[in-house]
Every structure is written in C-alpha cells, then in structure tokens.
C-alpha cells in the first residue's frame, strides 16, 4: 500500500492493507494482540539524515499508535508493545526516547509494553520448543509475553543488514531473546550487553556462554550461517500471525547508525502480510533485489546464507514471488533499489 507519510495516512493506509485479505476482526477480535517492534539500540537512539530515529532504522511511533489503536478499534481485549531496551526496567523510557508518544499510545485503551530483556513481569521464562528440532537450536527460553498471547505481531522497517543482509518481519525476531540469557553477559538478570554469542565470531562454536536450547551435535558456524539459522529457528518457534514492514521512509546500508555508508531511503510504502516469510519475499524484491529465494553470494545475501530461503526449506512459509498472492499495488509498481 502506498503511505509516504508518518501522519494520519498511516492508519488509513494499514486500514486499507488489512481490507485486501479480507480483514483482522476475526483474528483479534477477544484476544490479547502482541506486537515486536524493532528499536535496535547501541545505548541510544541517533539521529540520521537530519530526522528522528524512527525515519530511518527503527519502528516509528507513528505506526506503532495506528496500529494499536487499529487492533483495540477491531476488538482486541489487549495489546501489548514489546521489545528488548539496553537497560532494566520499564519500557516507556526507552520508547520514548525512540521518539514514540507514550502518553498517546497509552491513552488508547488497554495498552500495555514490556521489557523482554530479562523476565520482566513474568515469574519465569517461556520455553518456546522448534517443532522441526531446529536448524541450531531446539528451544529458546524466552519473556513470558511471547507465550502469553493470542495473536503475535512483527512491526518492522525496510532495511538492509550487515550479517543477514536483510532485516524484516523475520529479523525482528532476533530481538526476541533476551540478553539475560543470550547476551554477552548472560546469564544475569542484569545483563545488558548485545547477543554476541548469538552472532560469534569466526573461529565458530558457540563460545563460554550456554545458551538455553542450542544444539551440541550442529556446528553453529560463523555469523554468516549461524545468525540466518537463529532467525528460521526463531520463526518456526514464535509464528508471526500479522507481519507488517514499514517502508514509509528508512534507509540502506544497514540495521543502525553504526553500520557504514548508511544512505536515506523513501520506498514509501508499507508491506502487510499474514506470513511473515512471504511478507519479507515481497519486502526484498520491493528492495529491488530479483531473487527473494537467492543463495549466498547473491545479494542481498552477499555474506550470509539467506533465512527466507531456510525458514521456507522448514516449512514456514513460501519466498517464491511465483506463488505469492499480492494484492494492493504491484511489485513493479512499489520497487525502489536499494544498493547490491
């Protein structure tokens, strides 16, 4: 769907996405609705290109409120904003200082937001099991708000990626683990410090650190094949029922300000799917990139193995643009190049 701005068209815009399959009523209506955005973080939110942060690398407030206020106006019971901050305690700090309106967005109704870093408000960690056994691990232990919800929501922005070359709907559930058990500090509850061990480094091998559900008998490898196999593992453990892209405006070169050569985009649009796999398939070739299904060595997966490709090979979902239903505008119509 065409949307060039972070105004009222937002809404209007996802309102007319969602008509085109037919609507979200039944799928939240009771229910509780729980929606990861992707507030990547080094210790603070940048601005790039002369705008705020959520133009160009992390979810904008903008879309956050319209679709909450879309979901509560279509009968959710609850929705719940989650994501992992760089530091304990609540979450409305850190959306705030991602630019979001907390007092708008809490003022909707029934809206609430946790800090999946750590256990949070839970008593304990969700086990959340792969049901194919998984590609690099069988389970991950995860904040409880990713088990206790109806309806799982990924809220994403059109970007490149240095380590999996694209970050989408699928992506976005890296963040899904918490640092409290996945991060270079792990395990403590009062970790902070980035999932380094999740990424390693390039002796391969998972390192010190026991990560909750990592196989023993798969050699993770390096970053290039270990990250692409976390994010399938991910998927297939935590289904995406509404994956939604923001390419209103953001930007290429990759995922944050500390990536190089980073340059302003404006796709304008925003890519709404009900499978996160195929949703990223369009979100690539709207990229500009030919082959959603390409192997390594093909851009945008130059580097690393490609996860659409994996989580299709396990069942997710297809990357096939040949058997991808698009409804709304075409493909050709909505392309906008990133850099190979």
Request: glycine letters at 12%; hydrophobic letters at 40%.
């Amino acid at each position: 769907m065409r949307c060039q701005t972070y105004g009222a068209e937002v809404q209007d815009a996802l309102r007319q996405s969602f008509a085109l399959f037919g609507g979200i009523h039944t799928l939240v209506h009771g229910k509780v609705v729980t929606i990861k955005v992707n507030l990547t973080s080094n210790g603070s939110f940048a601005r790039l290109f002369d705008r705020p942060p959520g133009e160009s690398y992390v979810t904008h407030g903008a879309t956050g409120i319209a679709l909450s206020s879309l979901l509560l106006a279509e009968g959710a019971r609850q929705v719940r904003i989650v994501e992992s901050a760089t530091y304990a305690g609540p979450l409305e700090p850190f959306l705030a200082e991602a630019g979001w309106d907390v007092q708008t967005l809490l003022a909707l109704g029934n809206v609430t937001l946790e800090n999946t870093r750590n256990l949070g408000g839970g008593q304990s960690y969700a086990r959340l099991s792969v049901p194919s056994g998984g590609y690099l691990f069988s389970y991950f232990d995860v904040n409880h708000s990713y088990r206790d919800t109806d309806v799982f929501v990924s809220l994403a922005k059109l970007k490149q990626h240095l380590t999996a070359g694209v970050t989408l709907s699928m992506k976005n559930l890296f963040g899904v683990t918490p640092n409290a058990l996945y991060g270079a500090q792990a395990p403590s509850e009062d970790a902070t410090a980035a999932r380094s061990p999740l990424h390693g480094d390039e002796s391969g091998g998972w390192g010190p650190i026991p990560l909750p559900g990592a196989r023993t008998d798969r050699n993770p490898g390096t970053a290039g094949s270990r990250v692409p196999r976390v994010v399938a593992d991910l998927c297939s453990a935590r289904p995406v029922d509404l994956a939604i892209i923001d390419g209103i405006t953001a930007m290429s070169g990759g995922e944050g300000p500390w990536a190089p050569g980073l340059a302003l985009t404006t796709p304008g649009v925003l890519i709404v799917g009900l499978n996160p796999v195929s949703t990223d398939a369009v979100g690539v070739a709207v990229m500009g990139y030919a082959d959603p299904r390409a192997t390594r060595g093909t851009p945008p997966f130059a580097t690393c193995d490609n996860h659409l490709l994996l989580a299709e090979q396990a069942g997710l979902g297809s990357a096939d643009l040949a058997r991808i239903e698009v409804r709304g505008m075409g493909i050709d119509q909505a392309r906008y190049p990133y850099p190979a």
